[in-house]
């Protein structure tokens, strides 16, 4: 069974960076395109930056300029970068394929103070 586990969250001033990242145990990693999501306090999780299988990336608006996704095919990681947080950005974050299709993890938790 495939599995996802984040990790990288915590507690950061706003205007700091945090690095997120995500293992996914199991063979179908390579073959699928990626995303990060969120869910803040009240709100529907959202999907705020996917990386195809060759690398190409999209955001969403909110965190464009701001947010880097990458993947790292041979160990079945992709991470996200986050730099000029902002205390909007508190939420949980989770990983998974796009369109979600793998059971959801537990998320890292990203708290920004202002």
């Known amino acids: 069974q495939v599995q996802l586990v984040e990790s990288g969250g915590g507690l950061v001033q706003a205007g700091g960076s945090l690095k997120l990242s995500c293992v996914t145990t199991g063979n179908t990693f390579s073959a699928s395109p990626m995303g990060w999501y969120r869910q803040a306090p009240g709100k529907q999780r959202e999907l705020v930056a996917r990386i195809s299988v060759g690398g190409s990336t999209n955001y969403a608006d909110s965190v464009k300029g701001r947010f880097t996704v990458s993947r790292d095919n041979a160990k079945n990681t992709v991470y996200l970068q986050m730099n000029s947080l902002e205390p909007e950005d508190t939420a949980v974050y989770y990983c998974?394929?796009?369109?979600?299709?793998?059971?959801w993890g537990q998320g890292t938790r990203v708290t920004v103070s202002s």
């Open positions: 998974n394929a796009v369109p979600p299709n793998i059971n």
